[in-house]
C-alpha cells in the first residue's frame, strides 16, 4: 500500500482519465441515443429498421469486441489511423452505450400520451417540432431512472478499454498490484471505492433530477 500512496497522483489522475472517458462517452452516447430513439419512433421506414438494426446488433455485442474493432480492425481499414487512445475509448464506449440509451428513450417516449403527440400534430407541428417541444421533454422525464442506470453501467464499462492501453483506474490498478502483489485486496479496495464514488455520483444526480421533474409535472 506504501506505493499507492506514495503514487497518489497516479491513481488521481487514472480516475480522472475514467472521468473524462465517462463524461464525454455519456454526452456523445445521449446525442446518439437520442437520434436513434426519435428514428426507431420516426415516420421514415428505412430509418426504423436502420435503427431497429444497429440497437439490436450493438446490444447483443459485447463491448470488448466493439473495443476490439475501434482499436485494431479500423486503423487496417485506414480508419481512426493516428487517432488518440481516449477519442478511440470515447467512440467505442459511446457507440455501445448509444444503444441502450436509445431503448431507454424510447421507453420514455411510450410512456407519453398519445393524444398529445396527435394533438401537436394536429396543429400543424412537424415531426422534429413533435419530439423536440412536447415528447421528448416529457421521455427524458420518465426515461431518467433506466438512463441512470444506463450511465452508471457505462462508467463501469469504462474499465474494459484498460485493455487496450488507456491508463485508466482499472489499467493503473492492475500496475500496482503487479508490482504489490501482497496487497492484492487493499489496493483492489481503494480502487473500488473510487468507482463507488463516481457511480454514487451519478446516482444523487439523477434522483435530484427525478424528483425535480417530477415536481415540474
Do not use: H
Request: charged share 10%; net charge positive; proline share 3%.
Amino acid at each position: 500500500m506504501d506505493d499507492v500512496y506514495s503514487n497518489f497522483d497516479l491513481v488521481l489522475k487514472a480516475f480522472w482519465l475514467t472521468i473524462q472517458l465517462a463524461v464525454l462517452s455519456g454526452m456523445v452516447s445521449m446525442v446518439l441515443g437520442t437520434l436513434l430513439a426519435a428514428m426507431r419512433v420516426g415516420p421514415v421506414r428505412v430509418l426504423q429498421i436502420a435503427a431497429s438494426t444497429y440497437v439490436t446488433l450493438v446490444r447483443n455485442t459485447p463491448l470488448l469486441l466493439v473495443c476490439v474493432f475501434i482499436f485494431f480492425a479500423a486503423p487496417n481499414l485506414g480508419l481512426l489511423v493516428g487517432t488518440p487512445f481516449l477519442v478511440k475509448g470515447v467512440i467505442a464506449v459511446s457507440f455501445y452505450t448509444s444503444a441502450f440509451v436509445a431503448e431507454a428513450l424510447r421507453s420514455g417516449i411510450n410512456a407519453v400520451s398519445l393524444g398529445q403527440a396527435e394533438a401537436a400534430r394536429a396543429i400543424g407541428m412537424t415531426f422534429g417540432q413533435n419530439m423536440r417541444f412536447v415528447v421528448l421533454p416529457q421521455a427524458f422525464r420518465a426515461a431518467v431512472p433506466p438512463l441512470a442506470s444506463t450511465l452508471i453501467a457505462m462508467t463501469k464499462n469504462t474499465s474494459v478499454v484498460a485493455v487496450f492501453g488507456l491508463l485508466e483506474a482499472t489499467a493503473r490498478m492492475r500496475y500496482f498490484v503487479n508490482r504489490n502483489g501482497d496487497d492484492t485486496l487493499a489496493i483492489f479496495a481503494v480502487f473500488a471505492i473510487g468507482y463507488i464514488v463516481l457511480v454514487e455520483l451519478i446516482s444523487l444526480v439523477a434522483v435530484t433530477f427525478e424528483r425535480r421533474w417530477r415536481v415540474a409535472r
